[in-house]
């Protein structure tokens, strides 16, 4: 596709399972982020991957997060172990070479741990 | 503290009003984003400002980099309920982006 795209779109998931969050970037982009969004409030910065280097993992909000991109492309972010206070729109951005260029959204996926 | 410091954080105006939205920072930056976003989707750029003082005009959006390149402000004129959504301005901090927590505009006809 010609977009950014995440899957699942909706998730709900029990409190103490693991779940995998996908994002499929735009063919070319080097950079890919990954946000939380809560109900009502901005972006909060996770993880970013640039290229080959060692992503900036800083945003993490806990050992229970984690991801991976693999191949410079797909990425995957996984949160072990869900708690309530993970409920939240996760969404994924890419952009071709990263940080001052346009940074193109997916959907996101919502995630709802009950 | 916040990187970025957006204001108000909501509005509410009539269609035709004039409206203005800011985005502050202690911070000096190279560059600034505004994003748009609206519901059940991912923001969307609608400008990136480079040069302290720079103006830019999308239609009835005028954005404006502040001199010092630390704040920037977005002016809409006569809104149209189609301007609802949660604005957000974005900055590089290292090598990714920060983005504001957003102003959340509704426009109602």
């Known amino acids: 596709g010609a977009g950014v795209s995440q899957s699942p779109s909706n998730k709900v998931t029990e409190k103490g399972k693991d779940v995998e969050l996908r994002c499929d970037p735009i063919?070319?982009?080097?950079?890919l982020y990954w946000y939380r969004q809560s109900l009502g409030q901005g972006l909060e910065f996770l993880i970013y991957f640039q290229g080959n280097s060692a992503p900036d993992k800083s945003g993490l909000p806990s050992d229970r997060f984690s991801a991976e991109r693999t191949g410079g492309s797909v990425s995957t972010l996984t949160i072990q172990r869900t708690q309530q206070e993970d409920s939240a729109v996760y969404l994924c951005?890419?952009?071709?070479w990263g940080v001052g260029t346009e940074a193109f959204f997916g959907q996101g996926t919502r995630l709802t741990v009950v | 503290t916040q990187l970025l410091e957006q204001s108000p954080q909501f509005l509410s105006i009539q269609e035709g009003e004039n409206l203005t939205v800011y985005c502050n920072s202690s911070?000096?930056?190279?560059?600034l984003q505004w994003y748009r976003q609206e519901p059940g989707e991912g923001p969307v750029l609608l400008v990136t400002?480079?040069?302290?003082?720079e103006v830019k005009k999308l239609k009835r959006l005028t954005f404006q980099f502040g001199d010092a390149r630390k704040d920037s402000s977005l002016h809409i004129t006569a809104a149209q309920p189609g301007d609802t959504g949660l604005y957000l301005c974005?900055?590089?901090?290292?090598?990714?982006?920060?983005f504001g927590a957003g102003t959340r505009l509704t426009v109602k006809p």
């Open positions: 063919s070319g982009h080097t950079a």
């Open positions: 400002v480079v040069t302290g003082g």
């Open positions: 911070s000096v930056f190279s560059s």
């Open positions: 974005a900055v590089p901090k290292g090598n990714d982006m920060r």
């Open positions: 951005a890419s952009s071709l």
